[in-house]
């Protein structure tokens, strides 16, 4: 059995002529809570539906499970919760009815779990599902998406339709039992303070590439930025650099793999200081980062890039 619960595998997806995934690869390791990070438009909603067999990939490899979604659609949908993004419910039916519709779709359905999650989500039993709040609506699909206990999870931002209080409460609970029981759950979302304390691992996708996956604390640890002299700026090498902009007399640079390079610039008594960032100010460097201008590259002599 792979160590992975999700691999994609240079994994592209175009509409027409528009490219929205280009060679998209990751792994989510069995028993984490992966974070996939990225603004709108980025393309996570459309990675999500290609884990879950709902749109065919033009060109990669899928797996989930162990299972090509495309191939074994039913058994992917059997093993995996999905909470959708815009999920569409039957808006006639009560509360208590879709859910007693939606159990036999599942092998293993739990009717105790799913009314214990009812009433830890305060959910009226007998509302229609169109008369229920965004909130509620949201609830009721992780009702529906936790109840067979799967052992992976899938939530294309899950907070988008809650409050704050209920947002904390879904992170803090519902995130930390689902971890406790050593459940793998796959996550989209904007909203990085949140995601920070409970994210084992990330990805930064931007514009349908993954710019860069790992685990939050080594990310943490990787990136930094550092307030270096305007000598000392030019003398690194541009490519290395997610965000350049003044600070006073100095500059403010945000590079990854900072380790090598502060000891490089110590050493030359061009280095300032090094300043930690959280995941909110990593994920503003990579995706909306002010590269060095060319005329800015140095001329001669970079700093080497560590392998
Ligand atoms: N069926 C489709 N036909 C054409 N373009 C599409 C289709 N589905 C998605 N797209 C485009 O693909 C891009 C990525 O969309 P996607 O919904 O995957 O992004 P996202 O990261 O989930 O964004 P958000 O956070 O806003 O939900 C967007 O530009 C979207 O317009």
């Known amino acids: 059995m792979s160590d992975y619960a ?10 027409g002529r528009k490219v929205v995934l280009s060679g998209v690869t990751l792994n989510v390791e069995r028993g984490k809570t992966f974070a996939f990070l990225g603004r709108n438009g980025a393309g996570k909603t459309t990675s999500i539906r290609l884990l879950m067999g709902l749109l065919h990939r ?60 009812l009433g830890e989500f305060e959910l009226p039993l007998r509302t229609k599902i169109k008369h229920l709040s965004k909130g509620q609506n949201v609830r009721l699909g992780l009702v529906l998406a936790l ?10 931002d899950p907070a988008l339709g809650l409050d704050p209080i209920m947002r904390k409460q879904f992170n803090r609970d519902l995130i930390t039992h689902l971890q406790g029981e050593g459940r793998t759950v796959f996550y ?8 920070e304390p409970i994210a084992d691992e990330v990805a930064i996708l931007d514009n349908g590439r993954v710019l860069r996956q790992s685990g939050t604390e080594e990310l943490r640890a ?24 003044p600070d006073g007399e100095e500059v403010a640079l945000v590079v990854d793999n900072a380790a090598a390079l502060t000891q490089q610039l110590s050493e030359r008594g061009e280095l300032r200081k090094v300043v930690d960032l959280n995941l909110d100010e990593i994920f503003e460097a990579y995706v909306v980062g002010k590269k060095p201008a060319d005329d800015a590259l140095p001329a001669q002599s970079p700093l080497p890039t560590p392998a």
């Open 188 to 195: 989209s979302s904007h909203l990085l303070y949140e995601v």
């Open 147 to 156: 109840a067979h206990r799967p052992e992976l999870v899938i939530l294309d």
């Open 222 to 245: 990787d990136v930094k930025q550092l307030i270096v002299t305007p000598q000392g700026a030019t003398q690194i090498d541009a490519r290395r650099v997610l965000d350049q902009r």
């Open 6 to 15: 999700i691999e994609m595998s240079g994994v592209s997806k175009w509409f």
């Open 58 to 117: 033009s060109d990669g490899a899928v797996r989930v499970l162990g299972l090509d979604p495309e191939v074994d659609p039913l058994l992917v949908r059997d093993r995996v919760g999905y909470l959708a993004e815009d999920q569409t419910m039957y808006g006639w039916m009560r509360v208590e009815e879709i859910v007693r519709y939606i159990a036999p779709f599942y092998t293993s359905w739990d009717h105790d779990l799913a009314r214990m999650y």
